[in-house]
């Protein structure tokens, strides 16, 4: 009894543990973005903003060029997931449909390139970009964030199309479907779990990406909005109140899609990584 007591007690609290410990830092953001002055920087902690603000939201929209890159974070981040979703639907197909020479090949290229360290290249992307002629430009942050993404959507993928019985595309295909229609009638269907889950690593991977459009896009009109939260303070001064709503409006789009995502993207993510 006290054994198996035990064996619940523990997990749970470890798990309320960590809840709390990750969770805290994002409550303190948005609270803090909602404080008065006065309660952020005294030295009692307020805990809850008692008279709330939205000053500092309105600092922080009023901020140069704040909509032209939100325009640009949201350009660069669904273009680079879309293309990358079709490339790796396509590719994951063949890969896991399919028999041909150099098959075992692709796949570990694109395991190496899941694990490569990205932050070492700048320097050489900075000079393909530069001698290409295209600094200040949003295209080349579009493929490279589309070669970012492609790696883990391709090999996600794979194990979801993997796990589709073969039978069914066959009876697709015995009823009259050519294998295009097959994979679109009967296989795309089945992948909304995994595509739900690539997706929300592929939004969560280019909104994020800080080091290539930093040394990529020096206009203060072409950057997105990491680079312009980074920058923010040192335009603002000591103004922490606008600076923790930047960062709120910044995950703010994240967050939702997690929550609107979470129960099919965490099964797509472990399906995907044992299937296939």
């Not at 694109?110 to 700048?122: I, K, Y």
């Not at 997105?224 to 600076?243: E, V």
Request: proline fraction near 5%.
């Amino acid at each position: 009894m006290r054994r198996s007591l035990l064996g619940r007690i523990w997990p749970n609290a470890t798990a309320i543990v960590l809840t709390v410990v990750f969770a805290f830092p994002v409550y303190w953001m948005f609270t803090t973005a909602f404080k008065q002055t006065g309660d952020i920087i005294t030295d009692t902690p307020v805990w809850f903003p008692l008279h709330a603000t939205l000053e500092h939201f309105q600092r922080a929209v009023d901020a140069p060029h704040f909509w032209t890159l939100v325009g640009n974070s949201a350009l660069v981040t669904l273009a680079s997931v879309g293309i990358s979703l079709v490339v790796a639907l396509a590719g994951s197909f063949a890969v896991a449909r399919m028999r041909f020479k150099g098959r075992r090949g692709v796949l570990l290229t694109f395991m190496l390139a899941q694990m490569a360290p990205w932050e070492v290249m700048v320097i050489s992307l900075y000079m393909i970009v530069r001698d290409a002629d295209m600094l200040n430009s949003l295209v080349p942050l579009i493929c490279f964030y589309t070669l970012m993404v492609l790696p883990f959507s391709l090999l996600t993928l794979r194990g979801y199309v993997a796990a589709v019985p073969r039978e069914l595309e066959e009876s697709a295909m015995v009823d009259g479907c050519t294998r295009p229609q097959a994979f679109v009638k009967v296989i795309f269907p089945l992948l909304a779990p995994g595509l739900m889950a690539t997706s929300l690593f592929g939004f969560i991977t280019a909104w994020n990406e800080y080091p290539l459009v930093l040394v990529l896009n020096k206009d203060a009109e072409k950057g997105t909005l990491p680079l312009w939260l980074s920058q923010f303070q040192t335009a603002f001064g000591d103004d922490w109140g606008a600076t923790m709503a930047a960062a709120s409006l910044f995950a703010l789009p994240i967050l939702v899609l997690f929550l609107f995502l979470q129960r099919k993207a965490v099964g797509g993510l472990t399906a995907g990584a044992v299937k296939g």
